[in-house]
């Protein structure tokens, strides 16, 4: 039993084996932080666009068409540094929008890629943003 116990006591490599059970569970943490980061970025900046393009809508007549509406989307979200396609942007015009009458109404829906989809399936595959903005 004496030749047991100074076993017990051994650190050595101890530091390597703590690292490897956590390594994995703080790179988790790390990538979920950028990739949920990134999502609410995404959502913000499409929330922006939406707004932006439901008042072009109301107040300019640059955004008399639908595909006019679309391209000023797809545009103003590239300055952001995000790629929509034409087919994601729905315009409607004249709709009761929210309870206001006769507004102008954008619907964004861009599909979503994650890395992290396999471990975290609550992440949502698609940002939905819409924006009214009253006909003046």
Same mark, same amino acid.
Do not use: H
């Given at each position: 039993? /004496?030749?047991?116990?100074?076993?017990?006591?051994? *650190?050595?490599?101890?530091?390597?084996?703590?690292?490897?059970?956590? &390594?994995?569970?703080?790179?988790? +943490?790390?990538?979920?932080?950028?990739?949920?980061? $990134?999502?609410?970025?995404? /959502?913000?900046?499409?929330?922006?666009?939406?707004?932006?393009? &439901?008042?072009?809508?109301?107040?300019?007549?640059?955004?008399?068409?639908?595909?006019?509406? /679309?391209?000023? &989307?797809?545009?103003?979200?590239?300055?952001?540094?995000?790629?929509?396609?034409?087919?994601?942007?729905?315009?409607?015009?004249?709709?009761?929008?929210?309870?206001?009458?006769?507004?102008? $109404?954008?619907?964004?829906?861009?599909?979503?890629?994650? *890395?992290?989809?396999? +471990?975290?399936? &609550?992440?949502?595959?698609?940002? $939905?943003?819409?924006?009214? +903005?009253?006909?003046?």
């Amino acid at each position: 039993m /004496k030749g047991w116990l100074p076993s017990l006591r051994c *650190v050595a490599g101890s530091t390597t084996t703590e690292l490897a059970l956590l &390594a994995p569970v703080i790179l988790l +943490f790390m990538i979920g932080t950028i990739e949920v980061s $990134r999502l609410v970025w995404t /959502k913000q900046t499409l929330d922006d666009v939406a707004y932006s393009t &439901a008042r072009c809508m109301a107040v300019s007549g640059s955004c008399a068409t639908s595909g006019t509406q /679309k391209s000023y &989307a797809v545009a103003r979200a590239a300055g952001y540094g995000i790629t929509i396609a034409n087919n994601t942007v729905t315009p409607a015009a004249a709709v009761n929008c929210r309870g206001f009458p006769n507004s102008s $109404r954008i619907t964004i829906i861009v599909p979503t890629g994650s *890395v992290l989809r396999g +471990f975290v399936p &609550a992440l949502p595959t698609s940002l $939905r943003s819409e924006a009214c +903005f009253p006909q003046l």
